[in-house]
């Protein structure tokens, strides 16, 4: 992992790992408030089968997505992971996706 790869370069340039963990967390927070959801997920087929084994739907909409994706406790996206943002557990859709699928 590229992320673990500079830490460990910081800290042999003498930062602390009190230091490197801030920067981690700082750069985290403005790349998830920077980022939405790329075109290219939405049209992927990785985001058609997720919608439609979320929704049982052949050709769900947006609407038909909201339960399922981000309403429903159990299921909802993000439920399980820290927000890099507040740091709280629950993150935004945006949070668990590749790099290569968020978008400025």
């Given at each position: 992992?590229?992320?673990e790869?500079v830490?460990?370069?910081?800290v042999?340039?003498?930062?602390?790992q009190a230091r490197v963990?801030?920067?981690?967390?700082?750069?985290c927070?403005?790349?998830?408030?920077?980022?939405?959801?790329g075109?290219?997920?939405?049209?992927s087929?990785?985001?058609?089968?997720?919608a439609?084994l979320?929704?049982?739907?052949d050709d769900?909409?947006?609407?038909d997505?909201?339960?399922?994706?981000?309403?429903?406790g159990?299921?909802?996206?993000g439920k399980?992971?820290i927000?890099?943002?507040d740091?709280?557990?629950?993150?935004?859709?945006?949070?668990?996706?590749p790099a290569?699928?968020?978008?400025k």
């Amino acid at each position: 992992d590229k992320a673990e790869t500079v830490k460990r370069q910081l800290v042999g340039l003498g930062w602390t790992q009190a230091r490197v963990r801030d920067l981690h967390t700082r750069i985290c927070s403005e790349q998830s408030n920077e980022a939405g959801v790329g075109a290219a997920y939405v049209v992927s087929k990785e985001f058609t089968d997720l919608a439609r084994l979320r929704t049982g739907l052949d050709d769900p909409t947006f609407r038909d997505m909201q339960d399922p994706f981000w309403c429903d406790g159990a299921s909802a996206v993000g439920k399980d992971q820290i927000c890099p943002r507040d740091g709280k557990l629950g993150c935004a859709m945006v949070d668990v996706l590749p790099a290569v699928y968020r978008q400025k």
